[in-house]
């Protein structure tokens, strides 16, 4: 299991103290906590959400930059620290363990927590508001706030007419690249004749494919596999190897058994899936506001410092 910053936070002095006066790079102290935290390759390559940053790394350079803002390391240069003699103290204390509540005794480290916002008479409490590293914190709220959306979506859809999930299914399908046009693939869907089918529409604008639909707008009802085969039997017929199955509920742990086992490829749909495809392809939403996380360039720096 990957440790949170805080936990990190003591193990990263006892190193800097073990070396005392000498100054550590980031990367070799990364190196020696996930060995002594007997992380995994797979955790040690672990990704944040927003990708280009390892976890573990990440949660090091946090632990780091709060024990600095503490006072208890110093950066003698980029990408390197060293203890402090407050630092030094501090473990001579034995401490058990040192989190954000442990460095709030240090004025330096309350300054930085209470960071006034655009309203000056309202200090920001930086520390309650980042209850982990900023981007895990922007990530889970941006995971929480896409899965209120998806239920929302989800609700309505159900809600809808047979007509509207018509409708919504041919949209979604030509903003994922299928289908060819709206026309195209409205004139496909809801007009294939066969009991199994719903719709065939186009794998690519030029039509050298094509992709059978089947779609359930059911409430609490999941499909099971009796469904499932009924679509994979309207495939044979048109021998068809290719097929598309959605629903607005979910799909039996048969049903899905039964998609697996048959000939032809059958992708399955269901209800949080069709939320979610939704939102990535902007089908019946919209964007409120954005932001840019954005990070600092270190490229920038070392060719100044090579002019130097």
Known sequence: MIPDYESLMLPLLALAGQKGCVELSTPEAIKVLADQFHLTEEEKTTLLPSGGTFVFASRVSWACTYLKKAGLLIAPRRGHFQITDRGLAVLNGKPTAIDNHFLEQYTEFQEF????????????????????????????????????????????????????????????????????????????????????????????????????????????????????????????RNKADKGVFLTTSTFTAEAIRSAREHPSRIVLIDGPSLAQLMIDYDVAVSVTISYQLKRMDSDFFDVGASDA
């Open 113 to 236: 927590r209470r960071r006034p916002s655009r309203d000056t008479s309202r200090p920001l409490d930086a520390v309650s508001v980042m209850s982990g590293i900023p981007e895990e914190v922007i990530a889970s709220q941006y995971d929480l706030q896409r899965q209120a959306l998806a239920s929302q979506l989800l609700e309505a859809v159900k809600a809808s007419s047979p007509q509207f999930f018509e409708r919504l299914v041919v949209t979604l399908l030509v903003r994922m690249g299928y289908g060819g046009t709206l026309l195209d693939a409205g004139q496909a869907v809801g007009r294939s004749g066969d009991g199994g089918i719903d719709g065939v529409i186009k794998e690519d604008k030029l039509g050298l494919d094509k992709i059978y639909l089947q779609a359930k707008r059911w409430e609490d009802k999941a499909v099971g596999s009796p469904e499932i085969d009924r679509f994979a039997g309207a495939l044979r």
